[in-house]
Every structure is written in structure tokens, then in C-alpha cells.
């Protein structure tokens, strides 16, 4: 698999969020990164490469077709420009899961410069490192200042709504 971006923080980006994924997935995952973005040689792109499969950074294998069906459970496709998205929808575009906050017809520009609108998704429950700008659901666990904490509530995740400063959002494990 290769992924081909216009600039590195994107393709970075990319590389991160498969590291993220396989890191909550995968069994006997135990890379310290998935893999390092390259540019191309002219220079106009960056190029995001799938490490070889018996590379241990892969983990155990899992069954694709049972991954992808999950996904699709949950998601669609973003619709074309021009056509209506829908509150609390979640949509794939360009590899990411997002989740439209305001129902309205889409734009032509790109969602990330919307972050009212939209706002990234990690569908996870295990416990992973709290992020500013996550919607979390309640049941879900981040660590903070290495210490677990639990949402009580969906919310978006943000720096004045620290886990360790908001009981009535986050409780301690």
C-alpha cells in the first residue's frame, strides 16, 4: 500500500493515525512508529509505504473483511460538494473518520479549516493518550498525565475540560 500527499504534515499525519489504529488492533503490534514518510524525489510529494507484512511491526494478522465491515457499519463515504451532510454523521474522507457537528450542504474546501463543523474520530475504547479536539463517548478511556481516566459524557476534548479538572466529565480509574 502507498499513500501520496502534497505536503509532509499530512503524510506524517497519515502515518500517525495507522500507527494509532494498529497500536488499539492489532495484537503483538509493538513498533515505536508505522513508518517514516519519504519525499519523492523531485520534491512535489510525500509518500506514505506500508512496511512489508512480515514485519513485526504489523502484529498479528486480522481478519480485513471483518475490519472493513465494522468501519462501514459505522461510516460512509463523505458526499459529493454540493450535497447535504448531516449532524452527528460519521463520514470517511481521505482515510480519516470525521463527524460533521452542523448539518448543510458540502462546500468546496477542505474540512480540516472547518473544525466547528467537523471533528476527528478515534472509535476506540481502550485506553489511549488524551488529545485536545477528540469527541469522546461516555466509557471511553485516555490517559492524562499518565493517569486513566473514564468520559462520563460525550464531549470534545478540550484544554479547559482537563480529566483531572472536570469530575462531572472524566472520572479517575
Known sequence: MIAIFSNQID????????????????????AERWCIPEQSS?????????????????????????????????????????????????YLHKGDVIKCQVS??????????????FKFFRDVKERLKWKEGEVVEPGWQRIHNDQPFEALKEHETDIKILPENKPDYWKAK
Open 104 to 117: 448543510e450542504n458540502r462546500a468546496d474546501a477542505e474540512l480540516i479549516n472547518f473544525p466547528d463543523k
Open 11 to 30: 503524510a506524517v499525519a497519515y502515518a500517525n493515525k495507522i500507527h494509532d489504529y494498529l497500536k488499539s488492533n492489532r495484537p503483538g503490534y509493538n
Open 42 to 90: 523531485d520534491g512535489t510529494m510525500w509518500m506514505v509505504k506500508a512496511p512489508v507484512e512480515h514485519d513485526n511491526r504489523i502484529g498479528n494478522r486480522i481478519d480485513n473483511v471483518v475490519e472493513l465491515t465494522k468501519a462501514i457499519a459505522k461510516t460512509e463515504p463523505i458526499p459529493e460538494v454540493g450535497r447535504p451532510l448531516q449532524s452527528g454523521k460519521f
